[in-house]
């Protein structure tokens, strides 16, 4: 079956830098999506990956690795707006979104 | 604001009524999606729209039934629904289906409660 992996819920402080981790196991791969949803809010495009490495958009990078299944969102100085819930989601053979149940960023003053 | 609407936000429903949801972008896209989205779980997809033609329908149970009749409005009917089907649903659209790199712009949802 098809599998995506991330933490339930992270926890930062305001100002430090935080990373979350995506596996996945997907039957093909077309690429990887980052989204970020506030409480109550649609999910917003943040960024996305389909080669291998590092994309640095402002304070948001994202990371991919497609050998190892793995990619992650860095965030940099870190902002209490950026309390939300991160979704991972992979676009598979078929051109389908499968998405991660989401991680939960609380970030403390 | 990302061009997608959606109607009602809100939305408490008895098992034995019948109603429907409403979604709407003003993007030019040509794909649209309805979404479930469960507290804690991943989002699930419903159906998938591609120039108003149904392109997808993952397993949906026929109480939920789409209607697409043009690229930019897209709507949910729903009927005999049950509890568990109480969650937020999603509409999104993109500019194209079958296009790898096509992000998808999200509507805000509309928060379904069924009693």
């Known amino acids: 079956g098809q599998n995506i992996d991330q933490p339930t819920e992270m926890t930062a402080t305001e100002g430090a830098i935080v990373q979350i981790n995506c596996t996945y196991q997907?039957?093909?791969?077309?690429?990887l999506f980052w989204y970020q949803q506030h409480a109550g809010e649609a999910p917003t495009f943040l960024s996305y990956n389909v080669l291998d490495g590092l994309e640095e958009k402002g304070r948001f990078s994202s990371f991919l690795s497609r050998s190892k299944g793995y990619s992650y969102l860095l965030l940099k100085e870190l902002q209490m707006k950026d309390s939300a819930s991160y979704l991972c989601a992979v676009r598979d053979s078929n051109y389908q979104l499968i998405w991660g149940a989401g991680t939960k960023l609380i970030i403390k003053p | 604001e990302t061009g997608v609407t959606q109607t009602p936000r809100h939305l408490v429903m008895g098992m034995t009524n019948k109603k429907s949801l409403k979604c709407e972008q003003h993007?030019?896209?040509?794909?649209m999606y309805w979404y479930k989205q469960s507290a804690k779980k991943p989002l699930e997809l419903m159906f998938v729209y591609s120039l108003e033609e149904r392109v997808e329908n993952n397993s949906v149970p026929s109480r939920f039934s789409p209607e697409c009749p043009n690229s930019s409005h897209l709507f949910l009917h729903l009927h005999t629904l049950q509890p568990e089907d109480s969650a937020l649903y999603l509409c999104a659209s993109s500019q194209d289906f079958g296009d790898p790199y096509n992000e998808q712009f999200f509507g805000p949802g509309t928060r379904l409660t069924v009693l």
């Open positions: 997907t039957s093909g791969f077309n690429g």
């Open positions: 993007l030019g896209h040509n794909a």
